[in-house]
């Protein structure tokens, strides 16, 4: 029976101690990024006093309720906000992909003669746009979508920076394979919905999961465009609560009355928690195409 090389030995204790230090490494990290949220989880369920005289902890001071009951105080505002965010999280999401993957599908194929002149008017607007005003003017007055859902889809349809990760995407089906597409006859639509979707199906996921995260934490849109509370989402309505606080506290100082039990760093964490807790179920179920995504993009960008 032939003997363990020296050499391979040490190479193998070596690879071994290099697994440990990186996991070790990996888990730091982990810590890192999750003391921060547990922090927020932690001071929305203190009580406000014991905030203003501790500071945060990782664990709740004087365990309060406070916080997540004034959030709940009118809980069908808050269910309808819900309702309203999650409706344009999806269809924008879903429009977005769709608008994204088109465009950068055509921007991709060899063969559209005008990719480049196309993509470079893209490109430009990155550097340059006509600014919040004329874009205000622009949907209020020409699209007249005040106070419309589609007010919150629209301005934030399509992003140039995620349509350049997405045609480096695109770009990775072979162009063999559509040409043998369309001798059997297959058509443009076909072509798109058929091949080249699924060979990008994780370029997708990683868009996708941007896109929803952006329409979810949107509050701009709203504030601009929508004056109807039964129409804001969840993240504006949240906006306009802390602010309401905020407004409450500094006439309470002029006024030199006390305000009890007011709520305003505890408040903040728990809005935190109740705007971010839906895209923390979400993450783990596509968090493989996610890094997959992510690292392919990297590669090829």
């Keep these: 029976m032939s003997k363990k090389h020296p050499n391979r030995i ?88 769709l608008v994204t993957a088109m465009t950068a599908y055509v921007l991709s194929r060899p063969d559209f003669k005008y990719r480049n002149q196309i993509s470079f008017f893209f490109y430009f607007t990155t550097l340059f746009n006509g600014g919040m005003v004329c874009t205000y003017i622009f949907i209020i007055r020409y699209l007249q979508l005040k106070n419309s859902y589609a007010s919150l889809i629209f301005p934030t349809l399509i992003d140039v920076f995620y349509l350049l990760i997405m045609r480096s995407f695109m770009k990775a089906v072979p162009i063999s394979l559509i040409e043998s597409a369309k001798l059997d006859g297959a058509s443009e639509y076909r072509i798109f919905f058929q091949i080249a979707l699924p060979l990008a199906k994780a370029g997708l996921v990683t868009i996708g999961l941007f896109i929803a995260l952006n329409y979810w934490n949107d509050w701009y849109n709203a504030m601009l465009y929508i004056s109807k509370r039964s129409m804001w989402p969840l993240q504006y309505m949240l906006y306009d609560m802390i602010s309401s606080t905020q407004m409450m506290a500094q006439l309470s100082s002029v006024a030199n009355v006390s305000v009890m039990n007011m709520p305003s760093q505890t408040l903040r964490m728990a809005m935190a928690v109740v705007a971010t807790g839906p895209a923390i179920l979400v993450y783990p179920f596509v968090q493989k195409y996610f890094v997959k995504g992510v690292t392919i993009g990297a590669v090829k960008g």
Excluded at 57 to 64: G, I
């Design 10 to 97: 040490r190479a193998s204790n070596s690879m071994k101690l290099f697994q440990v230090l990186g996991y070790l490494f990996l888990l730091l990290i982990g810590f890192f990024c999750l003391v921060p949220f547990l922090l927020i989880v932690s001071a929305s369920f203190s009580s406000e006093t014991a905030i203003t005289r501790n500071g945060f902890s990782l664990f709740p001071q004087e365990f309060s309720l406070e916080a997540y009951k004034m959030i709940f105080r009118f809980p069908d505002a808050v269910v309808q906000a819900y309702g309203v965010s999650i409706f344009v999280t999806v269809v924008g999401t879903v429009l977005g992909l």
